[in-house]
């Protein structure tokens, strides 16, 4: 199991880009008509809904993941799991996994957005939600073994993933911030370059089959 868990965590990023190719590679929802009726979401403007999720999905990911990075090392970029400290401060005093947290809600976003609402996205988004849980679980498994009683006393009260908008602006979490916003957007310099490529193909696809 905890070799399972070590391949999975070193390969993360390459399966993840298999899972975009592969919804690339699903014929992609047209743009809805854009028209008064469907600006009030009234007849037609459901069409829309898959647009306004994306929306939302993509600023409380990206919300997230900038809060979490502001308090977590770069370690969490490497092939193997590492952690000179347990972090339980800022979003981590609420959920113990709020990056994992991001990429789900930022797929789902990308899912919403690529396919719209058809039966294909449900297969999506079950896949994307098991693949970030066993990540969730390998990393979880990593802790415990290191930190111990520690760990286990932190993760008895808190969840492994949490709606609670406290985790994003809630300044009581017992620390400060060791990045500034600014900074911990700069950290992540990669992941949004590759999240603008993505979603311009998503566009260029739409235009393309429209």
């Known amino acids: 199991m905890r070799k399972a868990s070590e391949i999975l965590y070193r390969f993360r990023g390459y399966i993840l880009a ?5 919804l690339l590679a699903c014929p992609a929802a047209p743009f809805p008509h854009v028209s008064l ?7 037609g403007g459901t069409t829309c809904i898959p647009y306004i999720g994306t929306l939302l999905f993509y600023i409380l990911g990206i919300a997230l993941r900038i809060r979490a990075r502001q308090f977590i090392g770069q370690h969490t970029r490497g092939s193997t799991h590492e952690a000179a400290v347990l972090v339980t401060t800022g979003p ?5 996994h709020p990056l994992y947290t991001s990429n789900t809600y930022i797929a789902l976003g990308a899912i919403f957005f690529h396919l719209g609402v058809s039966g294909l996205f449900h297969i999506f988004i079950i896949a994307i939600a098991f693949f ?6 390998a990393e979880d498994r990593f802790l415990e ?3 111990g ?3 286990r006393a932190w993760a008895q009260r808190t969840p492994m993933s949490s709606a609670n908008i406290e985790a994003l602006f809630c300044r009581n979490s017992g620390g400060s911030p060791a990045r500034t916003v600014l900074q911990a957007f700069r950290a992540d310099a990669s992941t949004w370059f590759w999240f603008v490529f993505f979603n311009l193909i998503m566009v260029l696809l739409k235009i393309y089959t429209a």
Not at 18 to 22: N, P, Y
Not at 132 to 137: G, V
């Open 92 to 96: 981590y005093a609420h959920m113990r």
């Open 149 to 151: 009683d520690t760990w």
């Open 37 to 43: 009726d469907a600006l009030a979401l009234k007849g």
């Open 132 to 137: 970030e849980y066993a990540l969730a679980r």
């Open 145 to 147: 073994e290191k930190f």
């Open 18 to 22: 298999l899972g975009a190719v592969a």
